[in-house]
């Protein structure tokens, strides 16, 4: 194997250290992903530069310029502490000519915008929940046709940033004071969708033009009352000791073989649909009936080595090693 050059981005408060010893639990939970992708890149053999970026795009450049990297490994979803600017990092990677790994910028536009994401995948016929959006400042007016319950979500931000059990409502009362803690908490417009009661599943894809798609990973609560409605909270996918308490966990799911098969061509359609490359994590609902529903499409997620995406890699005989690797090699053989 080639030894390669490769420049790191992320947060700079999540660049980590050599070793986890020592370490706080909650530090570790904050850096994670890049610890395990700079460790697993080191132990391929390669040299990495990690380099935290939050606000100055200098500091991208003078990197390029001194170490020449064969790639650029994008661990960032934001800049200036505005989710919707992903997308400008790797546009401006693009004007470099400098080869980067994970989704290009018009598949970040087109998937970051639920909404939007929505109204694409809907003309291509793909089920998806009935929704509105209430856009920052405007008075919330439920449009007659979308019923009760709703989920309440910011339009905008990923890894259940704002969901909580009270996002979920089923008056007008309940509507209005959800979409008032997104819009003053969370700081963008809120998109309330057709709460769909069933199993949350992932579908991991990668690829650019060929596309893999790997098995199937659901959510599992144990401890849910029979009657409680499985929400992936913040508290669900972020704090360990409500992890601990509740039972949360993620495993392949259970899926009888069409089921599987059907998964895994939507989700390739969808992952065409929304243009997007590198590798990506497509979410559903599958409720009681047996339809699955689309909920939202998330470019360059999570891979730590213990999370969904890496997790079911693993379950198709790929280890984390060979993952990265796959995702460095999409990157490379993206620029043309």
């Not at 001194?66 to 400008?88: C, K, M, Q, R």
């Not at 929940?129 to 019923?147: D, E, H, M, T, Y």
């Not at 709703?150 to 959800?178: F, N, P, Q, Y």
């Not at 098995?215 to 609560?221: C, N, Y």
Request: with cysteine; hydrophobic share 40%.
């Amino acid at each position: 194997m080639k030894r390669l050059r490769i420049l790191a981005l992320m947060y700079p408060d999540h660049v980590p250290p050599e070793s986890l010893e020592g370490q706080d639990e909650k530090d570790i939970l904050r850096w994670r992903a890049e610890y395990d992708v700079i460790t697993c890149l080191k132990k391929l053999g390669h040299r990495v530069l990690p380099l935290g970026v939050q606000d100055e795009l200098q500091p991208i450049r003078d990197a390029v310029a001194a170490l020449e990297p064969h790639v650029v490994f994008n661990l960032l979803e934001e800049f200036h502490w505005n989710a919707l600017y992903d997308h400008n990092i790797v546009s401006f990677l693009e004007l470099m000519r400098v080869a980067y790994t994970g989704c290009n910028p018009r598949g970040l536009v087109l998937s970051r915008g639920k909404a939007l994401s929505k109204k694409l995948l809907a003309y291509h016929r793909i089920p998806i929940p009935a929704f509105a959006v209430f856009p920052l400042g405007r008075r919330v007016k439920r449009p007659p046709k979308l019923g009760f319950p709703l989920i309440v979500k910011s339009l905008t931000e990923h890894a259940s940033l704002g969901i909580a059990r009270a996002s979920l409502v089923d008056t007008d009362e309940e509507l209005a004071e959800r979409v008032r803690f997104i819009h003053e908490n969370v700081h963008t417009d809120a998109i309330a969708e057709q709460f769909i009661d069933g199993r949350e599943l992932y579908s991991s894809v990668l690829g650019n033009t060929r596309l893999q798609t790997l098995p199937t990973w659901e959510l599992v609560i144990e401890k849910i009352a029979p009657n409680e409605p499985l929400i992936a909270t913040a508290k669900v996918k972020h704090d360990l000791s409500y992890q601990a308490r509740r039972g949360v966990r993620l495993q392949a799911a259970d899926l009888p073989e069409p089921m599987e098969a059907q998964i895994g061509r939507l989700s390739r359609r969808i992952y065409r649909v929304l243009e997007l490359s590198g590798y990506a994590r497509i979410d559903y609902r599958l409720d009681n009936d047996g339809v699955l529903w689309f909920l939202d499409a998330n470019p360059n997620p999570d891979i730590s080595e213990s999370e969904e995406v890496a997790s079911a890699a693993k379950s198709a005989g790929m280890g984390y090693g060979e993952l990265i690797q796959r995702i460095v090699s999409l990157g490379m053989s993206a620029l043309k």
